[in-house]
């Protein structure tokens, strides 16, 4: 499933995108990583309904878009992790426990990443979790 998808009345959902954000983190098995750290790009859609605040226009009616960039910021530039994997689930994680939203899809990049031998633009998790 993915955040396309109908919400379960068979309507489509409503979404808030942050597309692009950029960070700085020390995630990585390689100890060179874990060392130096690198450049992570993230992507994220929550699934919200947005009926309340397209009508009132009222910042409290919906979800702050700052409030969701700090969240991932805090995950990708704290703690590191191994994974992406991990990147992406504590992202989901956290937003889904913090904020009101139906769903979260969340697309970790690592650009350039260390492969021995490769080009590769970058290497990237997506995950989508529900409420």
């Given at each position: 499933?993915?955040?396309?998808?109908?919400?379960?009345a068979?309507?489509?959902?409503?979404?808030?995108?942050l597309?692009?954000m950029?960070?700085?983190?020390?995630?990585g098995?390689?100890?060179?990583?874990?060392?130096?750290?690198?450049?992570?790009?993230v992507?994220?859609?929550?699934e919200?309904?947005?009926?309340t605040?397209?009508a009132t226009?009222r910042?409290?009616?919906?979800?702050?878009?700052?409030?969701?960039?700090?969240?991932?910021?805090?995950v990708?530039?704290?703690?590191?992790?191994?994974?992406l994997?991990a990147?992406a689930?504590?992202?989901?994680?956290?937003?889904?426990?913090e904020?009101?939203?139906?769903?979260v899809?969340?697309?970790?990049?690592?650009?350039?990443?260390p492969i021995?031998g490769?080009?590769?633009e970058?290497?990237?998790?997506e995950?989508y979790?529900m409420?």
């Amino acid at each position: 499933m993915s955040i396309d998808a109908e919400s379960e009345a068979g309507v489509p959902a409503d979404r808030i995108v942050l597309q692009g954000m950029q960070f700085y983190g020390y995630h990585g098995v390689n100890p060179e990583e874990r060392a130096l750290g690198q450049a992570y790009v993230v992507d994220l859609t929550v699934e919200l309904d947005l009926r309340t605040p397209g009508a009132t226009d009222r910042l409290e009616d919906t979800v702050n878009y700052s409030r969701l960039y700090r969240v991932v910021q805090e995950v990708v530039e704290g703690t590191p992790r191994n994974l992406l994997e991990a990147v992406a689930e504590g992202i989901a994680s956290r937003l889904l426990g913090e904020f009101p939203v139906r769903a979260v899809q969340v697309r970790v990049k690592k650009p350039q990443p260390p492969i021995k031998g490769s080009v590769v633009e970058y290497a990237a998790v997506e995950i989508y979790r529900m409420r």
